[in-house]
C-alpha cells in the first residue's frame, strides 16, 4: 500500500521512521510519499496563501499549487484523494480498516484558515475529521490516520490478533490489561485472569469491556444497540 501526503511541512512525518511503523517502512511493508506543495507553486517566494475574499482573519491556502501537485502526483486518479478537514466525517475503526483494504491513498493537508473550496471540488474525493476541534494543519490529523490504517496491513503488527479484540474494534472499548508482576505496590491482578480458565478469562473481559463503555462512552452502548 503507498500513501501520498501533501504538505508544506513534509519535515512533520519524520516521525513514522520510529517504532512499529518505522520497522514496518523499512521492511517495505507498505510506502509514504511526502510531496511539498510550495514546489508547484508559481510565486517566487514559493507563496501558497492569500487574503480571503469575503474578509475575515487569517489566510486560505490558493487552489493551484494543490490541484497541481495533486496531479502530478496522482496522474492517472489512482488513490483515493482525501482532505484532512474539521468538515470531514469523522474518522473511525471501521474507516481504517476500509482504507487498508484500497492499493493507493492520498492525503491533502491544509493549514490557516482552510484551503479554497475549488482545490476541493476539482481534486479531491472525500473529506476526514478526526474530532471535533481544529488543529493549526492537517499534519497531525495525517499522522493519526496513517498510523490507524498502517495497522491492519499485513506484517505491520507482530500479531494479527491485535486489531482483532482492542478498542472500537467490536463497537466498544478495550478491557483492562495486566502484566508481571502479580501484585503491584498492593494492586493484584483479577484472579480470573491467573486461572487458567479461557472461558472465564473471555467473560470477564467481555463484562469488563462493557462496563468501561457504559461508564464512558454510553453512545456506544447505544449504537451497538440499534445496530
Not at 2 to 22: R, S
Request: hydrophobic share 35%; charged share 30%; proline share 5%.
Amino acid at each position: 500500500m503507498k500513501f501520498d501526503v501533501l504538505t508544506i511541512f513534509p519535515e512533520y512525518f519524520d516521525v513514522l521512521g520510529v517504532g512499529i511503523i518505522g520497522r514496518a517502512l523499512n521492511e517495505k511493508k507498505f510506502e509514504v510519499n511526502t510531496v511539498n506543495i510550495r514546489d508547484f507553486s508559481k510565486d517566487k517566494h514559493h507563496k501558497t496563501d492569500d487574503y480571503p475574499y469575503g474578509g475575515g482573519a487569517g489566510m486560505v491556502m490558493t487552489p493551484d499549487p494543490i490541484v497541481s501537485a495533486i496531479e502530478a502526483t496522482d496522474p492517472d486518479h489512482e488513490a483515493l484523494r482525501v482532505y484532512l478537514s474539521p468538515k470531514g466525517e469523522p474518522f473511525s475503526q471501521s474507516m481504517a480498516k476500509e482504507l487498508a483494504s484500497r492499493d493507493r491513498v492520498l492525503f491533502l493537508c491544509g493549514g490557516y484558515e482552510g484551503v479554497d473550496e475549488r482545490a476541493i471540488e476539482l481534486a479531491i474525493d472525500r473529506e476526514i475529521s478526526i474530532g471535533d476541534y481544529v488543529l493549526t494543519g492537517g499534519e497531525l490529523p495525517a499522522l493519526v490516520v496513517i498510523n490507524a490504517v498502517a495497522r491492519y496491513i499485513d506484517g505491520v503488527l507482530g500479531s494479527e490478533e491485535s486489531t482483532v479484540e482492542e478498542s472500537f474494534s467490536s463497537g466498544l472499548l478495550e478491557y483492562p490489561q495486566y502484566t508481571r508482576p502479580q501484585v503491584y505496590r498492593g494492586l493484584a491482578v483479577p484472579d480470573v485472569l491467573v486461572g487458567g480458565n479461557h472461558a472465564e478469562v473471555a467473560k470477564w473481559r467481555a463484562q469488563k469491556s462493557y462496563e468501561i463503555t457504559a461508564e464512558r462512552r454510553p453512545d456506544l452502548i447505544k449504537k451497538e444497540d440499534k445496530d
